[in-house]
C-alpha cells in the first residue's frame, strides 16, 4: 500500500486528529472541501484502514398541516374550551366557529369529562391550564427536534392525531481514525499523488475492427505488387454468372441463393460480341438455350470476380496484378457463421507464365503476412476455374483446419470468349473469417452489431 | 454441396488392400471434403460436377486410382442383347422427348446397396437432372416387366398403383395429392396427355418424372434391374445413364444393352470419347516439368486411359466423365493423379508495382479525420429493411429497391441513406455511456439505369447537450480537413430532422446532404433518452476525385 496521500485525505486526517469524532458535515466545515470531496475522501480512508465509519441512525420530529395549525391556534380542544370560558353555548354556534375541528375537540372533550351536554347547549365542567400534548407542541413547533429530546406520553398522544406530526429517519455518520492512522505522519509527503490509483475510463474514437483487418489485407496486396479496383455491388447476371460460364439453370442462380432485384434488368449489359461468343460458349459446352433476359436480370453480386472478369474484358492485359474488395451477397438465413453481406478479397494474375505453382506461392505468401505457416492446399471445385484448389489452414487456437480461400485458373471457356487469352491465375475469399480468428470471435454477427461496449474495449493491435 | 455418408469397412472391402487412415488421409486430394465421421461412418461432400461420387461404389472408384490400386479408365461392358427394347410413340416428343435405359443383371442388392442406389438417384436428379428438369431416373426389377416396352402418353385419368401406395391412383391424384406430384408434377406443363412407360401387357412400368409403379419396386430379394432414364434432351440423358450403368456394373452387376427407336430416340452408346492434350500446356499451366510417362501415369491414377502419339498425349475417356470438356480439364486430371501435395508452391518475382484505388485513399484520409475528430466508426449492412430505413425514421419509402425471396426479414431493401443506420445503432447501445459518436461511409443505392451507387458518409452524435451547433462544426472541419472544401447550410424541412434545426448543405451551388437534430418522434421511437444530431453527404461525384 502506497503512503501518498490525496489532498483530500491529508485535509480529512488532519482535521480528525485535531477533532477526533466527526460527521461528514462537520468535516465538511473543517476542511472547506465539497460533500462529494469529503464523501471520497472517507471512501478511500475507509478502503485504506485509515478511517472508521460509524453508521447510526435517529428520528427527528417535526410538525404536520393540522400539527403546525393546532401550534397556531391552539389544540382543537383547548379551543373549544376557551369558547365555553365565559357560559354554556349552543352546539351549533360551536360547529360554526371551530369548523373541522369541532368534532375532534367534542369527542376528546367529551372522553375527559371536561364538558357536559344539556339539549342543545354544552357547558364547562373542568378547564385545566396544560392539557395532554400541549408543551411538546409548543416544543416541536419552534424548529425540528431529535425524538429522544422529547417526553414520550405527550408525543404518543400527538401522533395518535392524522397529519400532526412528521418522523424522519436520519442516518448518521461518525468518521473516526483507525489507531495506525493517528500515528501516521502525513506531512513529509506533500506534492505526491497516488499514482496507483484507479482512475476513470474513457473511450476511444477508432476505426471499426473489420476495417483494420480489411486495411491490413488491402496493404499486403498492395505491397505485393496488386493494384485495386473497385466495382459496382449490383450486377447484371451476364457478369455474376454467364461471362463466369455459370450455365442459367445452375442451382447457384436461383433464388434461394442469390438475391435478385426485384423486378429491376439491364438493359446493356455488354457489347454484342461479348454476348454473342459468351451465349455460344454456353450453349455449346451446356447444351440449352441460352436466354438473354436472364442475363439481364440484376443480382446482389454473389462474389468480386464478376468486377475482375468485367476488368480483364475491357482491358484485356498480357501482364498484369490487381485485386478487388467489398461487400458481396448470399441468401441465407443469419446465424453465427453466416452473414447475407460480407467482405470478399480477390486477386488476380495475368500473364503468360502464371501457373498454379505461382498462385500457391501466392497464398502461401499471403498468409504468412496475416501470421499463418500452417497450410496445405486440396483440390475443390469452381464452375469458371480449371484446376481449382481450396486452402486450408491450421488454427492453433481451435486446434484444427479450416477452410479459408478458393483458388484456380480461368477456364479458357471463361477467358476465351472474352478475348482474354493469357493465362488468369485467381484466388479469393471472405474477410470476416479471418477478422474472426484475428479477433477470437465465435459469432460473426458482432461485427455489424455496433455493439459500443466491443468497438469500445478492443484491443487494436492483435 | 451434396453430401454422403459412407461406411469406411464398405470401402474397404471395395477398394482393396487399404486402410481406413490411407482412405480418410487420400479422399480430400479427390476433392471430397470430410464434413464428420464417426467411428466406421464418414460425411463427405463431393462436387456437383462429380455425379459418380454420389455412391461408395464410384469413390472407390478415385479412390483405388489414387492409391495406385487399379489404375486406368472404367471400360463399360455391355453385353449385346435383342432381348429389351423400348419404343417411343411421337406423342412424347412435346412432352418429354427422350427416353434411355440398360438392363443389369445379377447384382447382390442388400440394404446398403439400395440407400446407396436411392442417394445417388436422389443427388443425380437434384444436380445434373436439375430437379427433375433436365433428366430423371427409374430404376426397376426387371423380373416384373415384360418386354417389349412402349414409351408414350396417356390421359390423366390413367390408373394405377404408384410407388409407396397400396390403392390405385389416376395420374390426377397423383399429380395433385402425393408428394412427389407436388413437387414435380409442374414440369408436364398444362398437358392433358402425360408421359408413361407401359410394358407389353399394358401394365404401367413408370410415370416419368414423377414416380414408378410399386410392382417394380427394388427389394433386397431383386437381382436384375431395368433402368431407365427420361428427359428432354438426348445427350443429357445418357451423361445420367452413363453414371448410373457405371456405378451398377462396379456394384457387380453385368450390363445389357436397350434397343431404343421411334420419334428421333435411339439406342445409347455410352461410348468413351478421346482428347489430345499437349504436355507443354499441362506443364506451363501447372508449374511442373514431367515427361511424357509421368503425365500418363498420373492421367491413369485419375481413372483415365492415355497414350502418347507424336508430341501430344491423347487421353480415353469414358463416357461418365462428361464433367471433361477440354485439355483444360485433363490438366486438373494430371493434377489430382500426380497429387496435389506434391506441388511446391513457388514464388514468381513481381514486375507490378501495386497501388491502392484513389478512392480508398480518399476514404481511409476521411476516417482519419474522424476518428481525429472522436467519432467511432460503424459498420452496417447495405441489405437493410423497411423499418431500418423508413418506418422508424418517418421517410418516404415509395423508391425502394428490394430483393426477392429473401431468408432474413433484416435484409430486404437496399439502403438508399446510410444516416437510419446509425440511428438504429444508438437505440442498441442506450444502456452505455454518453456521448455516443459514430460515422458510416458506405455505398448508398438508387434506381437509375438500373441502379446507381454512390458513397456517403454519415455522422451522429448523441449526448444530454448534443445541439446543432455541435454538427455543424463537426460537418465543417471534417471537409475542411478532409478535402479543403467549403459548405453552407440553408433552413430545410425534412421529416427525419426537427422542424426550424434542419439545413441542406450545400457546396458549390449543390446540395449534397442534410443536417440538423434528429426529429424527437425518431428518438422516441427507438426509446432513445438523449438528443441526437446528425449529417449525411454524398462524397461521390462532388467530393471524392477518382483520378
Redesign the interface.
Known sequence: MSQVFHDIEKKIINSLKENSIQSPETLEKSTQLSPDQVRRGIEWLKLKDLAIVDESKSSVISLGKNGLDSFEKGLPERRLLNLLKNGPRKLSDLQKELGFVFGPAMGLCRKNNWIETSSDEIILKTNSSILPGEETLQQIGSGKLSKDKLDTTDLNELLKRPDFIIEDVIKNKKISLTSSAKSLDISNTSGAIDVEAEVPEI??????P??DTI?EI??I??????????G???QSSFWNFDALFTPQ?H?ARE??DT????G????KIATPEQIRKVSESHKK?W??QWDINEARK?V?RTHTTCVTIKHLAENKPD???IFSLG?V?R????SYKH???FNQIEGIVVGK??????L??????FYKRIGITKI??????FPYT????QT?VYNEKLGKWI?LFGMG?F???VTKPLGITK?VLAWGGGIERIAMLKYDLDDVRE???????W??SNTKCQ | MPVIELSYSRLQKLIGKVSKKQISDSLPFLGLDIESEDKDLVRIEYSPNRPDYSTDYGVALGLQGLLGIKTGSVKLNIKKSKNYSISVKPTVSKIRPFVTGIIAKNGKIDDKTIKQLMTMQEDLHFGIGRKRKKSSIGIHDLDEISFPLIYTTTSKNHKFIPLNSEKELSISEIINDTETGKDYGHLLGQSSQMPIIFDVNQKTVSFPPIINAAVTTVTTKTKNLFVEVTGINKDDAEDMLSVVATILQSAGFTLENIQISGAKNSSPKLQEKTMRVNPSLINQTLGLNLNTSKIIASLKKSRLNAISKGKNIVCTIPAYRFDIFGPMDLVEEVALGYGIQNFEPTMSPSQTIGHTNPISLQLKSLNQTMIGLGFLEALNSSLSSKRVLYDMTNRDSKKIISVLDSKSQEHTILRDSVLPGLIENLSRNIHESYPQKMFETGSVFNLHDPISEKINLAVISAHKDANFTEIKSVLQTALKIGFGIQIQTKTTVNSSFEDGHCANIIFNGNVIGIIGEINSKIIENYKIRVPVVGFEISLSESILKSL
Open positions: 473511450f476511444v474514437a477508432r476505426t471499426h473489420l476495417k486495411d488491402r496493404e496486396f498492395v505491397t505485393l505488387g496488386f493494384s485495386e479496383i473497385l459496382n455491388m449490383t439453370d442451382p433464388l434461394q438475391f435478385f432485384l426485384d429491376i434488368s439491364a438493359k459446352n447444351r440449352y440484376m446482389l501482364e498484369a496484378r461487400r451477397f441468401n441465407e438465413k443469419v452473414l447475407v453481406e507464365d502464371a501457373n498454379l505453382r505461382n500457391m506461392g501466392i497464398q502461401r505468401e496445405k492446399f486440396w483440390p475443390t471445385f480449371e484446376p481449382s484448389l486450408m477452410e485458373i477456364r479458357p471457356e493465362p461485427f455489424y452489431n455496433n455493439n459500443l461496449g468497438l469500445r
